[in-house]
């Protein structure tokens, strides 16, 4: 019985420091932050079962792992006719600004926000995943590699298309033919 509390201790240290990264990854994955918490539920209920196989110190390339195969699964099984795209704008909206911000500045951050959270979400979601690993979560290349399983050339092929077809995103040219014009 002490046995069990020992693991349920190491998880809860072990995993509960990466549950904000896994409901980024899986609001990413799956656009939507009602399912991402099913989703990191679900990765947890799994993490947890299979806790006695963890023997690494990289719980968090570890546990991204069992949320991504956790959010393929549940792509799988739910596939919804239609994934609601503004849940992922919220959290960049929400987004303190610092002072001194003028309310035109603001209005164009929060329109590059937008448009770079859409151009996101158009990505297709092998290129999506890497670079939001990449970028938001700061993986390694070799860290992203464990976390897809695919070579770490993949990784670095995927990051490299995923940057251009966000740098080609007519969503993002459009802001920035915007802002070239107010400066």
């Keep these: 019985m002490k046995q069990a509390h020992v693991d349920r201790t190491r998880f809860e240290q072990v995993v509960l420091p990466q549950l904000d990264a896994a409901y980024n990854l899986a609001r990413w994955l799956t656009h939507s932050g009602n399912d991402a918490e099913d989703v990191v539920q679900d990765a947890c209920e799994r993490a947890l079962r299979y806790f006695g196989a963890f023997h690494g110190s990289d719980a968090k390339a570890w546990f991204l792992t069992i949320v991504r195969h956790a959010c393929y699964d549940w792509i799988k099984r739910n596939r919804p006719a239609e994934i609601a795209p503004g849940d992922n704008a919220e959290a960049i909206e929400n987004a303190p600004d610092p002072a001194g911000v003028t309310p035109e500045q603001a209005a164009m951050r929060n329109a590059t926000g937008s448009a770079l959270t859409e151009a996101l979400a158009a990505l297709p979601p092998g290129y999506r995943e890497v670079l939001i690993l ?14 897809a399983d695919i070579p770490i050339g993949t990784v670095m092929s995927r990051l490299a298309r995923a940057r251009g077809l966000l740098q080609r995103s007519p969503l993002l040219q459009a802001v920035r033919e915007r802002n070239a014009g107010r400066g």
């Design 134 to 147: 990449r970028e938001l979560e700061d993986l390694s290349y070799k860290e992203i590699a464990r976390v």
